[in-house]
């Protein structure tokens, strides 16, 4: 009788350990499949251009003060929609999307960028652009997309 209880213990803790070995397996194998859809999902903002070495570090840090490059300000604020054309954005890089609009004129660009237009937000979302770091984002884009 009190054989029977030994072995029944026995049993139940090996079925434990067997148990608990599934439930560490589990946890570890969710935890690398949301490391890998946060990979997957990771915002488009962190799109970096190749031959442009303002991004990262450099455009973080030249928005503390003085006045950012075109580039710099592409990247921080516009490259998100404009390097792929999220939404039907102006392509950077293809002049069959900016030459249309080119021909619109600077004035009209800078105003329709600050005030927004369609799925395009005022400012690109960047609140602490001037106009003037605006319109050299346009140029820039301009200037790439000939
Ligand atoms: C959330 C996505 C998004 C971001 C961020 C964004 N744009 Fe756009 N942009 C668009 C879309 C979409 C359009 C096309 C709008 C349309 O004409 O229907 C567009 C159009 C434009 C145009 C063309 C306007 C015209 O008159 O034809 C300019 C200029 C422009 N964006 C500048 C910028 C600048 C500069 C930035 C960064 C400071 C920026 N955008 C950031 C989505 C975006």
């Given at each position: 009788?009190?054989?029977?209880?030994?072995?029944v213990?026995?049993?139940?803790s090996?079925?434990?350990?067997?148990?608990?070995?599934?439930?560490l397996?589990?946890?570890?194998?969710?935890?690398?499949g949301?490391?890998?859809?946060?990979?997957?999902?990771?915002?488009?903002?962190?799109?970096?251009?190749?031959?442009?070495?303002?991004?990262?570090?450099?455009?973080?840090?030249?928005?503390?003060?003085?006045?950012r490059?075109?580039?710099?300000?592409y990247?921080?604020s516009?490259?998100?929609?404009?390097?792929?054309?999220?939404?039907?954005?102006?392509?950077f890089?293809?002049?069959?999307?900016?030459g249309?609009?080119?021909?619109?004129?600077?004035?009209?660009?800078?105003?329709?960028?600050?005030?927004?237009?369609?799925?395009?937000?005022?400012?690109?979302?960047?609140?602490?652009?001037?106009d003037?770091?605006?319109?050299?984002?346009?140029?820039?884009?301009l200037?790439?997309?000939?």
């Amino acid at each position: 009788m009190s054989d029977e209880v030994v072995t029944v213990n026995k049993f139940t803790s090996a079925l434990c350990a067997l148990g608990l070995g599934i439930a560490l397996a589990g946890s570890v194998n969710a935890a690398t499949g949301s490391n890998a859809i946060a990979e997957r999902i990771k915002p488009l903002g962190s799109v970096c251009l190749e031959g442009d070495d303002s991004c990262g570090g450099a455009a973080a840090a030249a928005a503390g003060g003085g006045a950012r490059s075109g580039a710099e300000i592409y990247t921080a604020s516009c490259a998100a929609c404009h390097a792929i054309g999220v939404a039907g954005a102006p392509k950077f890089g293809s002049a069959a999307d900016w030459g249309p609009r080119a021909a619109n004129g600077m004035d009209s660009l800078l105003a329709n960028a600050i005030n927004g237009i369609n799925a395009m937000p005022p400012r690109g979302t960047c609140a602490t652009c001037s106009d003037d770091d605006i319109q050299s984002a346009i140029q820039h884009m301009l200037d790439n997309s000939q």
